[in-house]
């Protein structure tokens, strides 16, 4: 983080200090919120969770080099006591950033948000400095935290924004005020939650409100829901897509015999032959709008295709590509799911799998309300006219809705099975699988089955406790 002394972020966050005996001392490190994070310099943000309270760890953060905590209370060790922590974190987001005048680009989208984020990433940070959301970290805690690792030298913040109802990004965006905004797509993901796709679509277009009318809204130009966003900004609007109108397009699209996608990047600037290291058709359209980002700001399609061609996965657990000894490849894709990004990765694992064995391992996409049996009835369907060549279906009902779908789809069906968890399903992988197969493992996050992925690549083959 930029250096602020404890009397600023007092002032700004509106906090009083307790027990700080030099209130110029300067916060330099990082702020966290988890003790074991704490670096020389940094800020502790305590907050209350459901299991741990860190305002009990104050102390100890303090010891490894917290220069203060933020905290909702005294707590015995130099600290900032505010109402609400994660009211103050933003608002301390909200004046580095304003401070720094790094251009904020901003994305969201039902799926590919993270993929599309570490491409934009990687390709800006060939021309400036970036800094991007680690991971997923795009909620109202992990949004602040990422703008406050901001420096001096940043030229390019990118923020990866999630949303779970109406007004959410509205939120984020008012911490972190975006000038370049990317909605990638309006899908089925929490539509239990949200109620249906028009409601999705109304929360994603938040982003493109909030621009201003300098910046520039970036958008899918094969997603109807998506492009009908821009009667709701003043900013300039940009496509991306494989449709002729979009203003950067990709031509010629096709899959490596290892699955990996190729195709002719067209932008205002320029046309420049890309292939990708990601594995996948879907990340054509993640590529797609980071080079619509990357164009904006000025770079030329040679380079952004250079960049695209180059860059790799920087997020666990997202087809995530490995081959063991023995010629079976895994292909971990388990840290979410919803029937976009499932249909995808089927479509990956039969376009990587032609001339072999190939097998789906698939469980529970959450949030799907009144949605998710015939969502994952249809997902069993789709892997039987892929032609997968085993459908394991990992869990309770969501599971055995997959596995039904796969059976009613045809004969193929009698190919799929139903095992009840991640042990069973690598009991079952571990006695059947032969060198050259290819085993896809993919579910919704809190299913956890990167365990089974993790399993067939340990010896032991044994599923860690979690």
Same mark, same amino acid.
Request: charge should be negative.
């Given at each position: 983080?930029?250096?602020?002394?404890?009397?600023?972020?007092?002032?700004?966050?509106?906090?009083?200090?307790?027990?700080?005996p030099?209130?110029?001392?300067?916060?330099?490190?990082?702020?966290?919120i988890d003790?074991?994070?704490v670096?020389d310099?940094s800020?502790?943000?305590?907050?209350?969770?459901?299991?741990v309270?860190?305002?009990?760890?104050?102390?100890?953060a303090?010891?490894a080099g917290a220069v203060?905590?933020?905290?909702?209370?005294?707590?015995?060790?130099?600290?900032?006591?505010?109402?609400?922590?994660?009211?103050?974190?933003?608002?301390?987001?909200?004046?580095v950033?304003?401070r720094?005048?790094?251009t904020?680009v901003?994305?969201?989208?039902?799926?590919?948000?993270?993929?599309?984020k570490?491409?934009?990433?990687?390709?800006?940070?060939?021309?400036?400095?970036?800094?991007?959301?680690p991971g997923?970290?795009?909620?109202e805690?992990?949004l602040?935290?990422?703008?406050?690792?901001?420096?001096?030298?940043t030229k390019?913040?990118?923020?990866?924004?999630?949303?779970?109802?109406?007004g959410?990004?509205?939120?984020l965006?008012?911490?972190?005020?975006?000038?370049?905004g990317l909605?990638?797509?309006?899908?089925?993901?929490?539509?239990?939650?949200?109620?249906g796709?028009?409601?999705?679509?109304?929360?994603k277009?938040?982003?493109?409100?909030?621009?201003?009318?300098?910046g520039?809204?970036?958008?899918?130009?094969?997603?109807?829901?998506v492009?009908?966003?821009?009667?709701?900004?003043k900013a300039k609007?940009?496509?991306?897509?494989e449709?002729?109108e979009?203003?950067?397009?990709?031509?010629?699209?096709?899959?490596?015999d290892s699955?990996?996608p190729a195709f002719?990047?067209?932008?205002?600037?320029?046309?420049?032959e890309?292939?990708?290291?990601?594995?996948?058709?879907h990340h054509?359209?993640?590529?797609?709008a980071a080079a619509?980002?990357?164009?904006e !700001? =000025?770079?030329s #399609?040679?380079e952004?295709?250079t &960049? %695209?061609? /180059?860059?790799g996965?920087?997020s @666990?657990?997202?087809?995530e590509?490995?081959?063991?000894?023995d010629?079976?490849?895994?292909?971990?894709?388990?840290?979410?799911?919803n029937?976009?990004?499932m249909?995808?990765?089927?479509r990956?694992?039969?376009?990587m799998g032609?001339?072999?064995?190939?097998?789906?391992? !698939? =469980?529970?996409? #959450?949030e799907?309300?009144d949605? &998710? %049996?015939? /969502?994952h009835?249809?997902?069993? @369907?789709?892997?039987v006219?892929?032609?997968?060549?085993?459908?394991?279906?990992?869990?309770?009902r969501?599971a055995s809705?997959?596995?039904?779908?796969a059976y009613?789809?045809?004969?193929?069906?009698?190919?799929?099975?139903?095992v009840?968890?991640?042990?069973?399903?690598v009991?079952l992988l571990?006695?059947?699988?032969?060198?050259?197969d290819?085993?896809?493992v993919?579910?919704?996050?809190s299913?956890?089955?990167e365990?089974?992925?993790?399993?067939?690549?340990?010896?032991?083959?044994?599923?860690?406790?979690?």
């Open positions: 983080m930029i250096a602020l002394s404890l009397a600023e972020i007092a002032s700004v966050v509106g906090g009083q200090t307790h027990d700080i030099d209130p110029s001392a300067q916060v330099h490190g990082p702020v966290v003790s074991r994070q670096k310099g800020l502790f943000a305590a907050f209350v969770g459901e299991r309270d860190g305002h009990d760890y104050a102390d100890q303090v010891r203060a905590v933020l905290a909702q209370r005294p707590v015995g060790v130099p600290s900032i006591v505010v109402a609400d922590v994660q009211t103050a974190l933003g608002a301390l987001a909200r004046h950033v304003r720094l005048g790094a904020l901003a994305l969201t989208g039902s799926a590919g948000k993270t993929s599309t570490d491409l934009i990433a990687q390709v800006l940070r060939r021309k400036a400095p970036t800094v991007f959301t997923s970290l795009n909620n805690i992990g602040p935290l990422t703008a406050l690792t901001a420096t001096e030298e390019f913040l990118v923020l990866e924004m999630g949303a779970r109802g109406i959410h990004i509205s939120y965006t008012d911490l972190t005020p975006p000038k370049i909605v990638l797509n309006v899908g089925s993901a929490h539509i239990g939650e949200f109620g796709r028009e409601q999705i679509a109304q929360a277009g938040e982003l493109v409100e909030a621009l201003p009318e300098e520039a809204a970036i958008l899918n130009a094969d997603d109807p829901l492009r009908a966003m821009a009667s709701r900004t609007v940009i496509l991306f897509g449709s002729g979009a203003d950067v397009r990709a031509e010629n699209v096709r899959l490596t699955g990996q002719l990047l067209h932008t205002p600037s320029g046309a420049s890309v292939t990708m290291r990601l594995y996948g058709e054509v359209s993640n590529a797609l619509a980002v990357a164009h !700001l =000025g770079m #399609a040679t952004i295709a &960049a %695209l061609s /180059e860059a996965s920087l @666990r657990w997202r087809m590509v490995t081959e063991r000894p010629g079976v490849t895994i292909v971990n894709d388990a840290y979410n799911a029937p976009e990004s249909r995808a990765a089927l990956a694992l039969a376009a032609k001339g072999r064995r190939t097998w789906a391992v !698939l =469980g529970k996409m #959450a799907l309300g949605e &998710a %049996l015939a /969502e009835d249809a997902v069993g @369907r789709l892997a006219r892929l032609n997968v060549g085993k459908l394991v279906a990992v869990g309770g969501e809705w997959l596995q039904l779908g009613n789809e045809g004969s193929w069906g009698e190919e799929s099975v139903h009840s968890d991640a042990q069973a399903a009991d571990r006695s059947e699988l032969r060198p050259g290819v085993v896809l993919k579910a919704s996050r299913v956890g089955l365990s089974i992925a993790e399993a067939l690549l340990d010896a032991e083959g044994e599923v860690a406790a979690r």
